[in-house]
C-alpha cells in the first residue's frame, strides 16, 4: 500500500493535502468554534447556491475519479517494481508472439530440460506458460456474445502466477486439473453466453482451425478484473493437437506456435538481468528467437500506440475539468461575497481582522468544496466498484478499470484544493473591503 | 443493480425533459427576440451584462472550457474516423481465411486470379498494362528497438509489415503514391555502405517504403522531422534501406512499412503463406457480388471475403468507444458549466428583483421577462461557446497523434492520424453550448418569471 502510494506523486499529493486540510479544519473546529458555526450559519443562508456549487463539484469530482482511475491503473502497471517481479519471455521480432512449445522446456524449473543456468533464479512457482485460444459458440454467427476468449494454461499455475488469483478457492483450481475438458469463466462472460457452472459449450476454434473443444464450466472466476476471462487447461489443448496430427496425418499448422507466452518470476532486478542476457543469448531459442522484458515494459509497449491520446487525457482533459471545477466555485463564492459586503463591512467594524475574513470565507468555499468532494469520491468508488463492475473502457489487456481506495483521498484533495483556489481572490477582496466605501454606498 | 438501473432511468428521463424544456423555450426567446414584438429592450440585457462583467465573464469561461475540450476530443475521434474510412476503396474486395477478424490472424495460400471460376475472374479489374489488379499480402506485427528511446518510456514499439508481391499493383489498388523516391527493386534488396566503428563496411539492406506517418515517427528518433529516401533503419539485426516515402493519403497504409513479401515471409517464418488478398472491382455493389462468390469458392481453404469499406467500417469500433468516452466526459463537464452558469443567472436575477418588478408594472407580460432573461443565459454561453471552438479548433486541427483501430475482436492496427475540426465538429460543438446555455438559463429565469411585482419592490 505505502509502495503503490509512494509510486504514485499525485495520489501522494492528494493524500498530503487532505490530510493537511483534516487537520487545518479540526484545528479551525477546536480554536474558533464559534466562526465554525458562522461558515455553516453562512452556507445555509443561501441553501440553493450551496446546493449548486456542491453539486457541480460532485459531478465534476466524479469526472475526474474515474478518469484518473484508469490513468492510475495504467501508470501503475507500467511502473516498475524493485522486487518479485514478473518477466515475460515472447517470440523476439513479431506480434503475436507464437513459439514452439518446446522453449518453454527450457525454462520450466520441473522440466528436466531447464537450462542449468537459470538454477537458483527461477523456482518451481515462479513459472507459467499461456497459450491464446479465441473461438465461438455459434460458427454460423460471431458475435461478440459468441466469442470466447481462453487462456490456456497449466491449472497448479495459476494461484502462484496470475495476477490476483493468489486468494482464488484451491478446489477450483483441483477441480479444473481433475476435469481434462474443464474451464472456469468470468461471471460477465458466463452470464452473457448465458450458462451456468455445470453446463457444456463447444467451441468451435476462431485462431486453431480445426481444433473445437467440447468444455464443461467447472467453476466462476472472482469478479472484476476476470470478469469476461476464461481459463482451460494445457493438457486438453495438448491433447486436441495431438489427436489432430493423428487424424489428419499432418500436424496443425499452429502446431509448432502454440505457445504465446511464457511469464517468470524474479527476485530482483539484478536477477532479471541475468535471466534475460542467459535466454537471449541461449543457442536453445535461435530457431524462433525470444525477448525477455518485465511484465510492466511489456505492457508499455502495448500502449504505447494509447500514448498520445492518454497524454491529452492526463494534461488536456484533467487539467481543463479541475479549471472548470475552480471557476464554478471561484463564480458562486465571488458572488456570494459581492452580495455580503455590508455584511464584511459589518464585522471589520465588530473588531474582525481580515485574516480571520478571509478565513471565513475560504472556510465555507472549502467545507462545502471538501464535502462535496469526499461524498462524490466515496459515491464514485462504491457505485463503479460494487454495482457497476469496473469502468467499461477496454483498452489493451485491460475491460474495465476499478476505483483505488485513494479515489477517495483524489476526490476530497480536489473538492477542497479546488475550493481553496476558486475562492482564494473572492476571499481576498472580502478581507480588503473598506468600511467606509462599503458604509458610504448603503442607503 | 435494477435500483442502480431504475436510479439512473429516472434520471435520464428526467434529464431530458429538462433538456426538451430548456430547448423549447430557448428556441421561443430567440423567436421573440427576432421577431417584431414588444419584449424587454436587449440593450437591458447588454447593460446587465456589463454591471456584472467579472461573474459574466467567469461563466462564459467556464463554457469556452468545456466546448473547447469538446473540440479537441471530436477533432481527435473524427481524424480516427477519416483514417479508417479513407483506407478502405471503394470496389476492392479484401480476403482473409475463414475465421479470422482481422488481417494479423488470418493465413491463406499462394494464390493466382487464374485459379478462379470464370465468371469471378471477369468481376475483376485490369490495369492498362492488361493485368489484373489484385495482390497477396502478407502483413506481420513487428517489434522495432527504439533508437535513443527516452528514458521512463517504452524501448520497443510495434511495426505494422506488409509484404508484396507486386508493389506496383498494390499502390495503384490501394491508391497509394509516392511522395519521394521510388518503389522498391523486384529483387527488394540492396548494397549499402555503413559506418562501423568508424569504418566504412559494405552491408545488405532490404529495401522498403515508408508510410508517412512512420516516416515521422521513425524521423524523431533520430532528431529528424521524418525520414527520407536514402536513410537506413535498423530493425530485428537487419539493415532496410528507405526507397520512397508515401505520400500522406489519410489512410491506414500511412502508419505501414511496405517492402516485398519474400522479404517478409522469410524473415518471420510466413513461407508461402500469405496474410490477405485484395481484388478491384468495377463498383461498391460489385464488390459485394464478387465477396459473395469468394466466400462460396471451394478452394484449399475456406476464404472470409469482404468489401475493403465494409473490413474498415468494422475497424472502428474503437473510435466509436473513444466517441462514447469523450461524449460522456464532455456532457458530465458540460453539467458543471451549467450548474456555473445556473448560480451566474440566479445571482443576477436576485440583484434585479427590483428592475424585474418595474418591468412587470411598465406592463411587460411574466413570457416577456423569461425570454429576456433566457436570451441573456444564451449570449453569455455563446460568446464563452463561441471562443472555445475558435480555441479548440487552433489546439486541435491538423495535430498528429497515434492510436489503434480495431474491430474489438482482437488485432487492429496501428495508426498515426491527423486531428480534424471540421464542419460536423464545430456544429455539434455550437449545439452544445446552446443546449449548456438554455438549461443554464432556464430554471432562473423561470423563477424570475415568477416573480411578484409588488413584493419584487419591497
Do not use: V
Given at each position: 500500500m505505502i509502495d503503490e502510494l509512494l509510486a504514485n506523486p499525485v495520489t501522494l499529493l492528494c493524500v498530503v493535502i487532505s490530510l493537511a486540510v483534516v487537520v487545518a479544519g479540526l484545528v479551525f473546529a477546536v480554536t474558533s468554534p464559534r466562526m465554525l458555526l458562522l461558515v455553516i450559519k453562512n452556507l445555509r443562508r443561501n441553501l440553493g447556491r450551496t446546493t449548486i456549487t456542491c453539486l457541480a463539484t460532485m459531478v465534476l469530482v466524479a469526472m475526474v475519479t474515474m478518469i484518473w482511475t484508469v490513468i492510475y491503473t495504467l501508470d501503475m502497471v507500467t511502473t516498475e517494481k524493485s522486487k518479485d517481479f514478473k518477466l515475460v519471455v515472447t517470440?523476439?521480432?513479431?506480434?503475436?508472439s507464437q513459439m514452439p512449445p518446446t522453449h518453454a522446456d527450457y525454462l520450466?524449473?520441473?522440466?528436466?530440460?531447464?537450462?542449468?543456468?537459470l538454477k537458483g533464479m527461477?523456482?518451481?512457482?515462479d513459472f507459467m506458460t499461456w497459450s491464446f485460444y479465441g473461438g465461438t459458440l455459434d460458427p454460423t454467427k460471431f458475435t461478440r456474445e459468441n466469442l470466447l476468449f481462453m487462456f490456456v494454461m497449466?491449472?497448479?499455475h495459476i494461484r502462484s502466477m496470475m495476477d490476483d488469483l493468489d486468494t482464488l478457492d484451491p478446489a477450483l483450481v483441483k477441480k479444473l486439473g481433475d476435469t481434462r475438458t474443464g474451464v472456469l469463466l468470468g461471471p460477465e462472460r458466463l452470464a452473457m453466453i448465458n450458462k451456468k457452472v455445470g453446463e457444456r459449450i463447444k467451441v468451435t476454434s476462431l485462431n486453431y482451425k480445426g481444433i473445437n473443444l467440447e468444455l464443461e464450466i467447472v467453476g466462476e472466476l472472482p469478479a472484476g478484473?476476470?470478469?469476461?476471462s476464461a481459463i482451460m487447461s494445457d493438457a486438453y489443448f495438448n491433447d486436441e493437437l495431438d489427436k489432430y496430427a493423428r487424424t489428419t496425418g499432418q500436424k496443425h499448422p499452429l502446431d509448432n506456435k502454440r505457445l504465446n507466452l511464457i511469464w517468470l518470476r524474479v527476485r530482483d532486478r539484478e536477477t532479471f538481468s541475468k535471466v534475460g542476457e542467459i535466454v537471449e543469448n541461449?543457442?536453445?531459442?535461435?530457431d524462433r528467437p525470444v525477448k525477455v522484458e518485465t511484465a510492466s515494459s511489456g505492457i508499455g509497449t502495448w500502449l504505447a500506440p494509447y500514448a498520445d491520446i492518454l497524454w491529452r487525457v492526463r494534461w488536456i482533459v484533467v487539467p481543463a475539468i479541475i479549471v472548470s471545477m475552480t471557476l464554478v466555485v471561484a463564480n458562486a463564492i465571488s458572488i456570494s461575497v459581492r452580495e455580503r459586503m455590508t455584511e464584511m463591512a459589518v464585522l471589520k467594524v465588530l473588531g474582525y481582522r481580515p485574516g480571520t475574513i478571509l478565513k471565513l470565507v475560504l472556510g465555507e468555499s472549502m467545507l462545502v468544496g471538501g464535502l462535496a468532494g469526499l461524498g462524490s469520491a466515496v459515491l464514485t468508488y462504491a457505485l463503479v466498484n460494487?454495482?457497476?463492475?469496473?469502468?467499461?473502457?477496454?483498452?489493451a489487456f485491460f475491460p474495465a478499470f476499478f476505483v483505488p481506495a485513494w479515489g477517495i483521498a483524489w476526490g476530497f484533495a480536489l473538492g477542497a484544493g479546488t475550493s481553496a483556489v476558486g475562492s482564494f481572490l473572492p476571499a481576498w477582496s472580502a478581507r480588503s473591503v473598506k468600511v467606509s466605501e462599503v458604509f458610504s454606498k448603503v442607503t | 443493480m435494477i435500483v442502480l438501473f431504475g436510479f439512473l432511468l429516472i434520471l435520464g428521463a428526467i434529464l431530458v425533459v429538462v433538456v426538451v424544456a430548456s430547448v423549447l423555450a430557448s428556441v421561443f426567446a430567440i423567436g421573440v427576440a427576432v421577431a417584431p414584438v414588444r419584449k424587454v429592450p436587449f440593450r437591458y440585457n447588454l447593460r446587465n451584462i456589463q454591471v456584472r462583467w467579472k461573474t459574466s465573464l467567469v461563466a462564459a469561461l467556464a463554457f469556452t472550457i468545456v466546448v473547447c475540450l469538446l473540440t479537441n476530443l471530436l477533432g481527435f475521434v473524427k481524424g480516427m474516423d477519416r483514417l479508417t474510412e479513407g483506407s478502405g476503396v471503394p470496389g476492392n474486395v479484401l480476403v482473409l481465411a475463414d475465421?479470422?477478424?482481422d488481417e494479423a490472424w488470418s493465413n491463406l495460400p499462394t494464390s493466382s486470379v487464374?485459379?478462379?471460376?470464370r465468371d469471378l475472374q471477369l468481376l475483376i479489374e485490369k490495369n492498362k498494362d492488361g493485368e489484373f489488379l489484385a495482390t497477396q499480402e502478407v502483413y506481420v506485427i513487428g517489434t522495432h528497438v527504439i533508437p535513443?528511446?527516452?528514458?521512463?518510456?517504452?524501448?520497443r514499439r510495434f511495426v505494422q509489415m506488409r509484404g508484396l508481391d507486386n508493389v506496383r499493383i498494390a499502390a495503384e489498388l490501394h491508391k497509394i503514391e509516392l511522395e519521394s523516391g521510388e518503389w522498391f527493386s523486384s529483387s527488394g534488396v540492396r548494397e549499402i555502405a555503413r559506418d562501423h566503428n568508424g569504418s566504412t563496411v559494405k552491408d545488405t539492406a532490404l529495401e522498403v517504403v515508408l508510410g508517412s506517418g512512420l516516416a515521422k515517427t521513425f524521423g524523431q528518433d533520430v532528431g529528424k522531422a521524418a525520414l527520407e529516401p536514402g536513410d537506413v533503419i535498423e530493425m530485428g539485426r537487419r539493415y532496410w534501406y528507405i526507397t520512397g516515402v508515401m505520400k500522406p493519403?489519410?489512410?491506414?497504409?500511412?502508419s505501414e512499412i511496405w517492402t516485398k513479401d519474400r522479404t517478409v515471409q522469410e524473415l518471420f517464418g510466413?513461407?508461402?503463406?500469405?496474410n490477405s488478398y485484395v481484388v478491384r472491382t468495377k463498383d461498391e455493389a460489385t464488390a459485394k457480388q464478387a465477396s459473395k462468390l469468394l466466400k462460396e469458392f471451394r478452394s484449399e481453404r475456406a476464404m472470409n471475403a469482404q468489401s475493403e469499406l465494409e473490413y474498415y467500417s468494422n475497424l472502428t469500433r474503437t473510435n466509436q468507444q473513444f466517441y462514447i468516452a469523450f461524449m460522456v466526459i464532455a456532457v458530465v463537464v458540460a453539467i458543471g458549466g451549467v450548474l456555473g452558469v445556473m448560480n451566474t443567472m440566479f445571482a443576477a436575477i436576485n440583484q434585479r428583483k427590483k428592475d424585474i418588478g418595474v418591468l412587470r408594472i411598465l406592463g411587460y407580460r411574466r413570457w416577456q421577462i423569461l425570454a429576456s432573461i433566457l436570451f441573456e443565459s444564451l449570449v453569455i454561453a455563446l460568446v464563452g461557446g463561441i471562443l472555445g471552438l475558435i480555441l479548440g479548433y487552433l489546439i486541435t486541427d491538423g495535430v498528429s497523434a497515434t492510436s489503434i483501430v480495431s474491430s474489438g475482436q482482437g488485432g487492429g492496427k496501428s495508426i498515426v492520424f491527423r486531428a480534424v475540426v471540421d464542419a460536423t465538429v464545430l456544429l455539434t460543438g455550437l449545439l452544445f453550448t446552446f443546449v449548456m446555455g438554455a438549461v443554464g438559463g432556464l430554471i432562473p429565469s423561470l423563477s424570475a418569471m415568477r416573480l411578484k411585482p409588488l413584493e419584487s419592490l419591497k
Open positions: 517470440e523476439r521480432w513479431q506480434i503475436p520450466n524449473p520441473e522440466s528436466p530440460k531447464f537450462l542449468p543456468e527461477i523456482g518451481p512457482n497449466n491449472p497448479k478484473r476476470y470478469d469476461q541461449s543457442p536453445y531459442f535461435a460494487f454495482a457497476m463492475g469496473g469502468i467499461k473502457f477496454p483498452i | 475465421g479470422a477478424t487464374l485459379q478462379l471460376p535513443n528511446a527516452p528514458a521512463g518510456g517504452p524501448k493519403n489519410n489512410s491506414a497504409f500511412g510466413r513461407q508461402n503463406s500469405y
